[in-house]
Structure formats: C-alpha cells, structure tokens
C-alpha cells in the first residue's frame, strides 16, 4: 500500500511543485474519494484536525515551512501507488485543481474535521492530533460519489 508521502510525490510529479497546504488539501480528497470508490483507503496514515483543516503530519518535511513543495522536498516512491489509486489521484486532481487553495481550505473543514476538532476540545486556533475516522470521512463521501 501507498503512503501519504508517496502519494503527495505522485501529485507533485503530475502538477508541478505547490504549496504544502495545497498539496495536503488535494491529498486529503484524493483519500475520501478513494475511500468512497474503492471501500479502501488510500493510504495507510489518517489526518488530525488541525486548526487550518485536515492534515496528514507524515506529509510535513523539514522544506514544507518553505512556500513551494518540490517532489524531490519528500522522500517516496509515488510507484508505490497501484491502478486503482493512481486513477483516484489522477480523477481527483483534474477535477479539483482549478480550484484555489482557499476553496480546497473550504471543501475539506466539513463535518469529519469539525467533529474531530470538537472531541478534541481544543482553542479554535490551536492544533490538534485528534484523528479523523475513516467512517465519518467514508460518511461525507460516499452520497458524493
């Protein structure tokens, strides 16, 4: 199975180098989408609900503070990503690319990140490692598909 890193590569390799939170918003949809389609996950690591929306921590490195990503900024191997989830990506990201940083930002801060931050208890603005679950995520795509 893939990996988050492997599979933020894959789209970096795709598109061109990006913002992280940009790649991480595309990342994360690629993953509900793939989980609705497919009844599997993408990969293997789950977002925490962060204060900026979903965020799969693995996907950080040293270089991601800077503005732009590069696929060589994130040691993985996106040929790790089978047919399957290499369409998921690729629908994914044509779809959803024209699309700003900002309205990617409004599209993932729905219910299973709201729920998350809300067991978690946390400041609004304070981060938080609190898990979103694969049924509410599968829960908020599924009618999508």
Known sequence: MATVRDTGVYILRQTGPMSIT???RLCYLAYGYHLAWESRPLFPEHFV???SGPVATELHTRRSRQYEVKPTDIEADPTALDEGEKQSVDIVREALLRHT?????Q???GPPWQLARSRSDVHALAQSNEPLTNHEIAALFGPLT
């Open 22 to 24: 940009r790649l991480q």
């Open 49 to 51: 609900a962060w204060a």
């Open 101 to 105: 940083t900002r309205e990617l930002t």
């Open 107 to 109: 599209m993932v801060c």
